[in-house]
């Protein structure tokens, strides 16, 4: 049974930083890459982020040069470094991944950027 768990969100002020991170278990994890999305009231999942099974890093442009994805393939996780935030980045950030033709989704945790 496929799980992701996101955790890590918070309240933070605008030009802070936070680190999200998502454990992953019941699928051979390194053999699969994973996305981060994010999601505002009223709008759809977009992504922001992806990495290879292998560890190759893809940001949307919208958040390059403030965000990073990392995974560590021993601990089963993915994690997202998100620096100088804007109000424009509060939303639930889900973490996801795609198995054997099934999307998988963790139930989100919520990024408030405010002063």
């Known amino acids: 049974q496929v799980q992701l768990v996101e955790s890590g969100g918070g309240l933070v002020q605008p030009g802070g930083s936070l680190r999200l991170s998502c454990a992953a278990s019941g699928f051979p994890f390194n053999f699969y890459a994973m996305y981060w999305y994010r999601q505002t009231p009223g709008n759809q999942r977009r992504m922001v982020a992806r990495?290879?099974?292998?560890?190759?890093?893809t940001i949307v442009d919208s958040v390059k040069g403030r965000f990073a994805i990392s995974r560590d393939n021993a601990k089963n996780t993915i994690s997202l470094e998100m620096s100088r935030l804007d109000v424009e980045d509060t939303a639930v950030y889900y973490c996801?991944?795609?198995?054997?033709?099934?999307?998988?989704w963790g139930q989100g945790t919520r990024v408030t950027v405010s002063s």
């Open positions: 990495i290879s099974p292998g560890g190759i890093g």
């Open positions: 996801n991944t795609l198995v054997q033709g099934n999307n998988y």
